[in-house]
């Protein structure tokens, strides 16, 4: 691998991303800012919703790739991602509601408190169960997801399973009344998860992870810890859930125990594997084309013989068949399937020089 | 021989420590009464969902997270055929309620039994070469039923209403009614318990999946298909845990949150008893179930937090993987 430098496909997304509210306003005849209407602005046009389900796709993407560093890169399997977006979520809920500080420091503390805490649950449960193999260590995260999600469903606190309305935004990052520059601000998370992420991995740290994955007892038997290098693959995974839930309330301006449910465990274990395991771009493949079919066909009325479905209704179930069909059909998701059959034609055409593994682009 | 011994006694010891405590926080013997019939009677529920869990884990290394989905497809399915309405309407077809709950039994049986045939045939057997995935499907397997019964059934739960000869019963003890059904449900258990343990134990094929759990590579070279004793304990184990929800039904009604809590309790009780072993199962079982029981007692009237209650069971899951992952009668691993 002699190329470590960003490619340019990379770059020209990353323009045009910043350029879209634009090109669609442009397109459309609307404007990327909302209608204002006294000094207030209402978010209607063509851009702004755009942009929010563009938000959406970000937030979603830096979910899936945190869950990729742990479940991808590092071969951990881990059914609790939910605590981590949940309780960063709920914490800077707390902080802008129930304290008495103004509405800046509770932002930066709700912040930093948010991924301390994420960091700190990473590492407790790393510490106390990460020596559990496998399927003791899924179930170990499963079990203390759902405690957490239990125990928020009734605290009276938080308003138990009702949860809290976030009104205590100021007015530049608020979604509804500056959308635009939540969109650039969820943009910069994005890249940065993306760029930082790549980074790890591709780092001789990282090498240790793909190492583990492969095989823990020869990583091991060559000097590596694999538990101290699991350890940062969840607290660093963690962080960047619990990034992904803040953000995630402030957009939706709620705070729920919905956050803590197993929906965002299975959501991010989904578009991992559709998009492609243990690959860079794959999660982030899999939660645009998710998200995107979601949009498409939640409003969509399928009538089949005298009976017809809302495709909102059914959409879970649905979601859950693609999720089984991929697992079996091909498990190496779309953006591996690609790279091999890539690696294929390449070797078809050039016979290989040596036995190298032709599997692993920058991608 | 000795490993086991102390297990045993460490068992006796903990049910023994949870009954002093029940009764240590019950009113009267009336309440304390209660206290320990519901907690059997969850107890059998839990064996019932635990058994194939335990035992697809043993013998095929695969641990079914779709377990839980079963029991509640059971409970919706028995719902269904009993009540007047939903999908399959019996009432007019059969007016004796009593035959009407034997056939709502029967079709969650069979309909158990299907379902777990077609997720071991045709979803996990191309998968055994990958366990990960295969754990993830699993996974996936549990939300698509909770989805499934969702779209079916709507959210909303269904308390049972239609009652029968059984399920009406009462009688009386300490000054306290007792359900008869509740009963009812503790002796099919241990009934079952013991019938399964004498398949396992007395049979040709209890012998072949014993010996499957121990080395299932060494049954196949002997000449035995362990491919087909797959597919039949995976659907015998669904069969069992769609029947449990079926004879829970009545009780509990049927809703969405069965499939995630009997799952959870239940692998608690695996974990507890440790995976692959059925008397730790059994064990397992009865320990949980009465912990529930208890700490649902206690919560309620002394602490005044009944979400302790619900939480009991993954509080003593990540205790007992804490403690002792390798559970009361599994192997140090």
Same mark, same amino acid.
């Given at each position: 691998?002699?190329?470590?430098?960003?490619?340019?496909?990379?770059?020209?997304?990353?323009?045009?991303?910043?350029?879209?509210?634009?090109?669609?306003?442009?397109?459309?005849?609307?404007?990327?800012?909302?209608?204002?209407?006294?000094?207030?602005?209402?978010?209607?046009?063509?851009?702004?919703?755009?942009?929010?389900?563009?938000?959406?796709?970000?937030?979603?993407?830096?979910?899936?790739?945190?869950?990729?560093?742990?479940?991808?890169?590092?071969?951990?399997?881990?059914?609790?991602?939910?605590?981590?977006?949940?309780?960063?979520?709920?914490?800077?809920?707390?902080?802008?509601?129930?304290?008495?500080?103004?509405?800046?420091?509770?932002?930066?503390?709700?912040?930093?408190?948010?991924?301390?805490?994420?960091? !700190? /649950?990473?590492? *407790? &449960? $790393?510490?106390?169960?990460?020596?559990?193999?496998? =399927?003791?260590? %899924?179930?170990?995260?499963?079990?203390?997801?759902?405690?957490?999600?239990?125990?928020?469903?009734?605290?009276?606190?938080?308003?138990?399973?009702?949860?809290?309305?976030?009104?205590?935004?100021?007015?530049?990052?608020?979604?509804?009344?500056?959308?635009?520059?939540?969109?650039?601000?969820?943009?910069?998370?994005?890249?940065?998860?993306?760029?930082?992420?790549?980074?790890?991995?591709?780092?001789?740290?990282?090498?240790?992870?793909?190492?583990?994955?492969?095989?823990?007892?020869?990583?091991?038997?060559?000097?590596?810890?694999?538990?101290?290098?699991?350890?940062?693959?969840?607290?660093?995974?963690?962080?960047?859930?619990?990034?992904?839930?803040?953000?995630?309330?402030?957009?939706?301006?709620?705070?729920?125990?919905?956050?803590?449910?197993?929906?965002?465990?299975?959501?991010? !274990? /989904?578009?991992? *594997? &559709? $998009?492609?395991?243990?690959?860079?771009?794959?999660? =982030?493949?899999? %939660?645009?084309?998710?998200?995107?079919?979601?949009?498409?066909?939640?409003?969509?009325?399928?009538?089949?013989?005298?009976?017809?479905?809302?495709?909102?209704?059914?959409?879970?179930?649905?979601?859950?068949?693609?999720?089984?069909?991929?697992?079996?059909?091909?498990?190496?998701?779309?953006?591996?399937?690609?790279?091999?059959?890539?690696?294929?034609?390449?070797?078809?055409?050039?016979?290989?020089?040596?036995?190298?593994?032709?599997?692993?682009?920058?991608? | 021989?000795?490993?086991?011994?102390?297990?045993?006694?460490?068992?006796?010891?903990?049910?023994?420590?949870?009954?002093?405590?029940?009764?240590?926080?019950?009113?009267?013997?009336?309440?304390?009464?209660?206290?320990?019939?519901?907690?059997?009677?969850?107890?059998?529920?839990?064996?019932?969902?635990?058994?194939?869990?335990?035992?697809?884990?043993?013998?095929?290394?695969?641990?079914?997270?779709?377990?839980?989905?079963?029991?509640?497809?059971?409970?919706?399915?028995?719902?269904?055929?009993?009540?007047?309405?939903?999908?399959?309407?019996?009432?007019?077809?059969?007016?004796?309620?009593?035959?009407?709950?034997?056939?709502?039994?029967?079709?969650?049986?069979?309909?158990?039994?299907?379902?777990?045939?077609?997720?071991?045939?045709?979803?996990?057997?191309?998968?055994?070469?990958?366990?990960?995935?295969?754990?993830?499907?699993?996974?996936?397997?549990?939300?698509?039923?909770?989805?499934?019964?969702?779209?079916?059934?709507?959210?909303?739960?269904?308390?049972?209403?239609?009652?029968?000869?059984?399920?009406?019963?009462?009688?009386?003890?300490?000054?306290?009614?007792?359900?008869?059904?509740?009963?009812?449900?503790?002796?099919?258990?241990?009934?079952?318990?013991?019938?399964?343990?004498?398949?396992?134990?007395?049979?040709?094929?209890?012998?072949?999946?014993?010996?499957?759990?121990?080395?299932?590579?060494?049954?196949?070279?002997?000449?035995?298909?362990?491919?087909?004793?797959?597919?039949?304990?995976?659907?015998?184990?669904?069969?069992?845990?769609?029947?449990?929800?079926?004879?829970?039904?009545?009780?509990?009604?049927?809703?969405?949150?069965?499939?995630?809590?009997?799952?959870?309790?239940?692998?608690?009780?695996?974990?507890?008893?440790?995976?692959?072993?059925?008397?730790?199962?059994?064990?397992?079982?009865?320990?949980?179930?009465?912990?529930?029981?208890?700490?649902?007692?206690?919560?309620?009237?002394?602490?005044?937090?009944?979400?302790?209650?619900?939480?009991?069971?993954?509080?003593?899951?990540?205790?007992?993987?804490?403690?002792?992952?390798?559970?009361?009668?599994?192997?140090?691993?």
């Amino acid at each position: 691998m002699k190329e470590r430098a960003i490619p340019w496909v990379f770059l020209l997304i990353l323009v045009s991303l910043i350029a879209f509210p634009f090109i669609v306003a442009l397109l459309t005849g609307s404007s990327p800012l909302g209608v204002a209407r006294g000094d207030r602005m209402i978010m209607r046009g063509e851009s702004v919703r755009w942009q929010a389900v563009l938000i959406e796709i970000f937030l979603l993407g830096i979910l899936a790739m945190s869950y990729n560093l742990i479940f991808g890169f590092t071969g951990v399997i881990s059914f609790g991602h939910a605590l981590f977006f949940g309780m960063g979520g709920y914490t800077i809920g707390l902080l802008l509601e129930f304290t008495d500080l103004d509405t800046t420091s509770a932002l930066i503390f709700g912040l930093i408190g948010g991924l301390a805490l994420a960091a !700190l /649950l990473g590492l *407790i &449960i $790393g510490l106390v169960s990460l020596r559990l193999q496998g =399927v003791y260590f %899924a179930i170990f995260t499963l079990a203390v997801a759902e405690m957490f999600f239990i125990f928020f469903g009734r605290l009276q606190l938080t308003r138990a399973e009702d949860g809290f309305a976030i009104t205590d935004l100021p007015v530049w990052l608020d979604p509804t009344q500056s959308r635009l520059t939540f969109y650039y601000i969820v943009l910069a998370v994005f890249v940065l998860t993306f760029v930082f992420i790549r980074r790890l991995v591709n780092s001789p740290t990282g090498a240790v992870f793909k190492a583990i994955r492969e095989n823990e007892d020869r990583a091991s038997a060559i000097g590596y810890n694999p538990l101290t290098y699991k350890l940062i693959a969840i607290t660093i995974g963690g962080v960047f859930a619990a990034l992904a839930g803040i953000l995630q309330v402030i957009l939706n301006k709620k705070v729920g125990p919905e956050l803590l449910s197993v929906t965002y465990t299975v959501d991010p !274990l /989904l578009m991992t *594997i &559709i $998009g492609g395991i243990g690959t860079f771009t794959g999660p =982030v493949i899999g %939660a645009s084309g998710l998200h995107l079919l979601d949009t498409a066909l939640r409003e969509q009325i399928v009538t089949i013989g005298s009976t017809t479905i809302r495709v909102a209704d059914s959409w879970s179930l649905l979601l859950g068949l693609i999720f089984i069909a991929v697992v079996l059909i091909f498990p190496q998701g779309i953006v591996g399937t690609w790279m091999r059959w890539r690696a294929r034609r390449v070797r078809l055409s050039s016979p290989p020089k040596g036995a190298e593994n032709p599997v692993q682009a920058d991608h | 021989m000795l490993r086991q011994r102390t297990s045993w006694i460490t068992i006796i010891i903990l049910i023994a420590a949870l009954l002093i405590f029940a009764a240590a926080t019950s009113r009267n013997l009336g309440t304390f009464g209660i206290t320990v019939l519901s907690g059997l009677f969850q107890a059998m529920l839990l064996f019932l969902v635990a058994s194939g869990l335990s035992i697809i884990f043993g013998l095929m290394d695969v641990l079914n997270f779709a377990q839980g989905g079963f029991f509640m497809i059971g409970a919706y399915v028995a719902y269904d055929v009993h009540h007047p309405g939903g999908l399959i309407d019996m009432t007019g077809a059969i007016p004796n309620a009593d035959l009407r709950f034997f056939l709502s039994i029967l079709a969650a049986i069979v309909i158990g039994a299907l379902l777990g045939a077609f997720l071991e045939r045709g979803l996990l057997r191309p998968l055994y070469a990958r366990p990960i995935f295969q754990l993830v499907l699993t996974f996936g397997v549990s939300l698509v039923l909770v989805e499934a019964v969702r779209f079916i059934w709507s959210t909303t739960p269904y308390s049972w209403t239609a009652l029968f000869s059984v399920r009406e019963g009462y009688f009386t003890l300490f000054e306290q009614q007792f359900s008869t059904y509740r009963l009812f449900v503790i002796g099919i258990g241990f009934f079952l318990i013991v019938a399964i343990a004498l398949l396992l134990q007395r049979t040709r094929i209890g012998i072949i999946i014993r010996a499957g759990v121990e080395d299932s590579g060494m049954v196949e070279a002997l000449g035995i298909n362990v491919r087909a004793v797959f597919t039949l304990v995976f659907t015998f184990g669904c069969a069992v845990a769609a029947f449990g929800g079926a004879i829970a039904a009545p009780f509990l009604g049927a809703s969405i949150g069965m499939s995630s809590s009997f799952l959870l309790s239940a692998i608690a009780v695996v974990v507890l008893g440790g995976l692959g072993s059925y008397v730790g199962t059994a064990a397992g079982s009865i320990l949980v179930g009465l912990a529930i029981a208890v700490m649902a007692n206690y919560s309620a009237e002394f602490l005044n937090l009944p979400v302790l209650a619900s939480m009991t069971p993954m509080l003593l899951l990540v205790l007992v993987l804490l403690l002792r992952p390798s559970g009361l009668f599994g192997e140090r691993r």
